[in-house]
């Protein structure tokens, strides 16, 4: 089972900020947070993950907090083009082997 | 550098008969794990391989099998297909395997059983 509860949906306005929520109250020490996107019928991109501090890149913020029982997608300027299906998993950091467990994730719509 | 890439990309075939798919990880990749998508199951684990051995296998019956080869490519194989098994078929791979290694994923092939 995955090891991640998000919403089932959410809305976001274009040009507004969306944030994801994600619960992982049983993550370890050694799990890293990833996240992942699945627009319709394509492969899951990749988005951004960490371990603990808050991670930016060209995409997205990840906003972890202290315990890291939870985490939190920031898009900061949604376009109609970040609507798909959001995935958040966690995955252990010295596993070999470990494999990604998906939940069924966020669908984000965003609208004009 | 080229992404992951599945072939072919649409499939059709007839119960009872077997498939083979194709993914060809990134360049230096040498883990490649498979996963069924099914709108009711959702994203499932199917195998991984890693230098040319199966490490890592999820719940699917023994029709699923798959192989890496030595320049990390890996084909997986469905037996006896059946109804059930029309799905996207998504081939991901990583680097050297550890558990942090981000997976990068493929199109993937879409498999239709009439």
């Known amino acids: 089972d995955a090891k991640t509860t998000q919403p089932p949906s959410m809305d976001c306005a274009e040009g507004r900020a969306a944030n994801l929520p994600c619960n992982h109250s049983?993550?370890?020490?050694?799990?890293?947070v990833y996240w992942y996107r699945q627009i319709h019928s394509q492969g899951p991109q990749y988005i951004i993950h960490g371990l603990k501090n808050n991670e930016t890149n060209e995409m997205a913020s990840l906003i972890i907090t202290e315990d890291r029982k939870s985490s939190t997608l920031i898009l900061p300027h949604a376009t109609l083009r970040d609507t798909a299906v959001y995935y958040c998993i966690v995955s252990d950091w010295d596993n070999y082997g470990q494999n990604f467990v998906f939940g069924p994730g966020t669908r984000l719509s965003v609208l004009p | 550098k080229a992404g992951v890439t599945q072939t072919p990309r649409y499939l059709i075939k007839t119960r009872g008969q077997q498939v083979t798919l194709s993914c060809s990880p990134i360049?230096?990749?040498?883990?490649v794990s498979w996963y069924q998508q099914t709108p009711g199951q959702g994203l499932q684990f199917l195998f991984e391989y890693f230098s040319e051995t199966q490490r890592n296998k999820g719940n699917f019956p023994g029709r699923f099998s798959g192989r890496q080869f030595s320049n990390s490519r890996s084909e997986m194989n469905v037996s006896t297909l059946e109804l059930g098994d029309s799905a996207l078929y998504l081939c991901?791979?990583?680097?050297?395997?550890?558990?942090?290694?981000?997976?990068?994923f493929g199109p993937g092939t879409r498999l239709t059983v009439l």
């Open positions: 049983t993550i370890s020490g050694n799990e890293y």
């Open positions: 360049s230096g990749h040498r883990s």
């Open positions: 991901a791979s990583k680097g050297a395997g550890r558990g942090t290694d981000t997976q990068y």
